[in-house]
C-alpha cells in the first residue's frame, strides 16, 4: 500500500501481464540497468525495492515480480492485494498478450481501489518489424479506462525510467 509520511512514499508495485511480455525484463532494465536475453520465465518470486527522488517526494518501490504463475492465467489475488500501483503489460507482437491485458486490467477494476496507480505497457517496442497491436490500439483502450500508457523497450531501455517516474509522480499526487 501506499504509506508513509507526505514526502516519505512506499509503493507496493505489481506487474501483471501474459508469461513472455517481458515483465521480468521491464524490472531489472529498472532495477540492474541491463537487458538478460534469458528465455526462462522467473524461477521463484522475486522482490526488488528501488527509490525514486522527486522534487515533492521520495518514492521507495517495493516491487513484486511473479514466479511464473500467469502461466496458467490466474494469480492469487493476494499478489497485487495492497498494491498501490501496477503495471499490466503485453508484448507488442501480440495480439493475444493484449487481449490478456485487458482482462487484467478488468480484474484490476474489480478489486474496487480508485487509488490505484494503473499503467498499460506495450513492451518489446523495438519489435517494430513485427508489432501487431498498434500503438493506437493501447492508447484508446488506456484512455477509455482512465490508465496511463506507455510503450516501452526493456531491451533498449525505450521508456523503462519514464514508466517508474510517471508512477512515482502519480503516486505523490504530483499529477
Ligand atoms: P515475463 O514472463 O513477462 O517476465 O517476460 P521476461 O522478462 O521473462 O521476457 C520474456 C522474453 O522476452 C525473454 O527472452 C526476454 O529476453 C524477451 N524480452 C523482454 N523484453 C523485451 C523487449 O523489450 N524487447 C525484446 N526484443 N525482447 C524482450
Ligand atoms: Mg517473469
Known amino acids: 500500500a501506499r504509506t508513509g509520511t507526505n514526502n516519505n512514499i512506499q509503493a507496493k508495485l505489481v506487474l501483471l501481464g501474459d508469461m513472455g511480455t517481458g515483465k521480468t525484463s521491464i524490472v531489472l ?43 496458467y492465467h490466474s494469480l492469487a489475488p493476494m499478489y497485487y492485494r495492497g498494491a498501490a500501483a501496477a503495471i499490466v503489460a503485453y508484448d507488442i507482437t501480440s495480439m493475444d498478450s493484449f487481449g490478456r ?50 510503450e516501452t523497450s ?10 517508474f517516474y510517471e508512477i512515482a509522480k502519480r503516486l505523490a499526487g504530483a499529477c
Open 29 to 71: 532494465r529498472f532495477v540492474k540497468g541491463q537487458f538478460f536475453n534469458y528465455q526462462e520465465s522467473t524461477i521463484g518470486a522475486a522482490f526488488f525495492s528501488q527509490v525514486i527522488s522527486l522534487n515533492e517526494a521520495t518514492v521507495k518501490f517495493d516491487i513484486w515480480d511473479t514466479a511464473g504463475q500467469e502461466r
Open 101 to 150: 491485458a485487458k482482462k487484467w486490467v478488468q480484474e484490476l477494476q474489480r478489486q474496487g481501489n480508485p487509488n490505484l496507480v494503473m499503467v498499460l505497457v506495450g513492451n518489446k517496442a523495438d519489435l517494430e518489424a513485427k508489432r501487431k497491436v498498434d500503438t493506437k490500439e493501447g492508447e484508446s483502450y488506456a484512455q477509455e479506462n482512465g490508465l496511463y500508457f506507455l
Open 154 to 163: 526493456a531491451k533498449t531501455a525505450q521508456n523503462v525510467n519514464e514508466l
